[in-house]
C-alpha cells in the first residue's frame, strides 16, 4: 500500500508560480512511476504531467508545456510539480498519482494509488 500526500496548493494570481509538492509512504518509491492530474469543477480528470521511476522520461499534457515542469527526489520519497505563468485556467484540484513500475503514464486508469488532492486557484 502507498500514501500519497500533496502538498503546495493555494491562492495566486494569473502569472504567478506555485510548487506542489507529493510525499509517498512507500520505502520502493523509485519502483513507482508518478504522474499529476488535475481536476476542475464540472469536467473530467485530466492528465497534466508524469515523470518515470528514474526520471529519465517525463510527459506533459500540451496545455502546461513549457509551463510546469515535473521532477522528483527518489531519496526524499517526493515528487515535485513547478507551476510558472499559471492562468485561471489552470485552476483545479490537484492529484498525484503512482503506477508501479511505470515509466510515465499520461492514462488515469493505470495509476494504483492516488492521494487526496491540493486546490489550486489561480485569479484572474
Known amino acids: 500500500q502507498v500514501q500519497l500526500v500533496e502538498s503546495g496548493g493555494g491562492l495566486v494570481q494569473a502569472g504567478g508560480s506555485l510548487r506542489l509538492s507529493c510525499a509517498a509512504s512507500?520505502?520502493?518509491?523509485?519502483?513507482?512511476?508518478m504522474g499529476w492530474f488535475r481536476q476542475a469543477p464540472g469536467k473530467e480528470r485530466e492528465f497534466v504531467a508524469a515523470?518515470?521511476?528514474?526520471?529519465?522520461?517525463?510527459f506533459y499534457a500540451d496545455s502546461v508545456k513549457g509551463r510546469f515542469t515535473i521532477s522528483r527526489d527518489n531519496a526524499k520519497n517526493t515528487v515535485y510539480l513547478q507551476m510558472n505563468s499559471l492562468k485561471p485556467g489552470d485552476t483545479a484540484v490537484y492529484y498525484c498519482?503512482?503506477?508501479?513500475?511505470?515509466?510515465?503514464?499520461?492514462?488515469?486508469?493505470?495509476?494504483?494509488?492516488w492521494g487526496q488532492g491540493t486546490q489550486v486557484t489561480v485569479s484572474s
Open positions: 498519482a503512482a503506477e508501479y513500475a511505470g515509466l510515465g503514464s499520461r492514462t488515469s486508469n493505470r495509476y494504483e494509488y
Open positions: 515523470i518515470g521511476m528514474s526520471a529519465r522520461t517525463t
Open positions: 512507500a520505502r520502493t518509491f523509485s519502483t513507482y512511476g
